[in-house]
């Protein structure tokens, strides 16, 4: 869909997603922030509290598979106001049950309906995104995604002055729902309306959802897929296990852990800060080899280095490597307008399934080899990100032949 919009409306929509993708990030952080508070309060084990956190999984799951049609139907403000509104609420019955009820299936629940929220909030933000990519005619996604890893920082800082200050969870989540549903209100009115919205009759719809099953078929599709899948692992292991492979494999304090987690998390954030700047000079594929490259590197020195000191500086390459994957991935999957709500959830998809199983998975093999030698299928994986990089090259006429030639075959 096209725009008429001047400049100003432009840079409106802009700032409208910065703090879109903010408060997205913001919101995850809230409550990973008072997880510990919230196993206390059910005395759960840890096994227990992972299959609590199965239930975010299982919504977020649900949310990105069903983005794509909801966008198509209502358009991507529409589902962005929907996905934070429905993750503020998630958040409120984790909070109130964790402070009053204590009752881990309804807690369960919550994060489903958390998840669910995030999840379609997740490919509305990124389809936007590229929306206004098009119409500043500049990249911005990788300053987008910088601007999420910006909100999990805040979320987390406020997050520990809620428990320092004995804040109770619901006071917590309450406030942090009501923050996040005023300012999306806010926000609202400074993006366009139906944005990748499709517009369809009854019986066109069984149509719709077959060439929006379609994109599986397209080679480009899953091969950025993949490349986000493994870059999504890269970032995705050190969110997970980043302190506990400092602590085990370089026998540190639990405090110096931390700190090299803030390090990667640092680095990740400032590589983001930089990349749409870097992504205009150089373009898409060689920001992703390059990427590639840097968290090869680094994960090479995690893994061999023989001081916390020497790590630490492989922690930051690998942060500057896992700072570019998944927004550019999404960027590219974002070029062909057509049925872009579809490819993005696609994309989408591929990279949480790597953020949720590709840690759980490095756990199992951790224990067997342990955590530092596990590593070896993260540099494995974002090897072969690496070299599928070309895929992310910018779509020509051409591509958009093969890519309708593939729809056409389906209907």
Request: proline share 2%; aromatic share 8%; glycine share 10%.
């Amino acid at each position: 869909m096209k725009y008429s919009l001047n400049d100003r409306q432009i840079q409106l929509w802009r700032v409208a997603i910065y703090f879109i993708f903010a408060l997205s990030g913001f919101a995850a952080a809230s409550w990973v922030s008072r997880t510990p508070a919230i196993r206390d309060a059910l005395g759960a084990t840890t096994a227990e509290m992972g299959i609590i956190i199965f239930g975010l999984a299982v919504g977020s799951i649900i949310g990105l598979t069903s983005a794509s049609f909801l966008i198509a139907q209502k358009g991507g403000r529409f589902v962005m106001l929907l996905g934070l509104s429905v993750a503020s609420i998630g958040i409120l019955i984790v909070g109130i049950s964790s402070s009053l009820f204590a009752n881990s299936i309804i807690i369960f629940l919550g994060l489903s309906v958390f998840g669910f929220g995030q999840g379609i909030c997740d490919v509305a933000m990124n389809v936007e995104g590229t929306a206004v990519e098009k119409a500043a005619k500049k990249s911005l996604l990788t300053g987008f995604h910088a601007a999420f890893s910006l909100g999990t920082l805040l979320g987390a800082l406020i997050g520990s002055i809620m428990i320092k200050s004995n804040i109770s969870v619901a006071i917590h989540m309450s406030i942090t729902a009501v923050v996040i549903v005023l300012i999306t209100l806010y926000l609202y009115r400074f993006v366009p309306a139906d944005t990748a919205k499709e517009e369809a009759s009854d019986s066109d719809k069984a149509k719709r959802s077959k060439e929006h099953l379609a994109v599986w078929k397209e080679r480009r599709t899953v091969m950025i897929g993949i490349i986000v899948l493994g870059m999504a692992f890269v970032e995705g292991s050190a969110n997970d296990w980043l302190p506990l492979i400092m602590v085990d494999g370089y026998n540190v304090t639990p405090a110096m852990g931390s700190f090299a987690y803030g390090l990667f998390v640092g680095s990740m954030t400032i590589g983001r800060a930089a990349g749409d700047k870097l992504l205009d000079r150089f373009g898409r594929v060689i920001i992703l080899r390059s990427s590639a490259l840097f968290a090869i590197a680094g994960l090479l020195i995690v893994i061999l280095g023989n001081s916390y000191g020497v790590a630490t500086v492989g922690i930051v390459l690998w942060g500057l490597g896992a700072a570019f994957g998944f927004p550019v991935g999404m960027s590219a999957a974002g070029d062909d307008p057509h049925r872009v709500a579809a490819r993005v959830s696609a994309v989408s998809t591929a990279g949480y399934l790597a953020f949720l199983v590709g840690p759980p998975f490095l756990g199992v093999i951790g224990e067997h080899i342990g955590l530092l030698r596990a590593l070896i299928f993260v540099l494995i994986a974002v090897t072969i990100s690496g070299l599928l990089s070309k895929a992310a090259t910018p779509i020509s006429n051409q591509n958009k032949v093969e890519l309708e030639n593939v729809s056409n075959s389906m209907k």
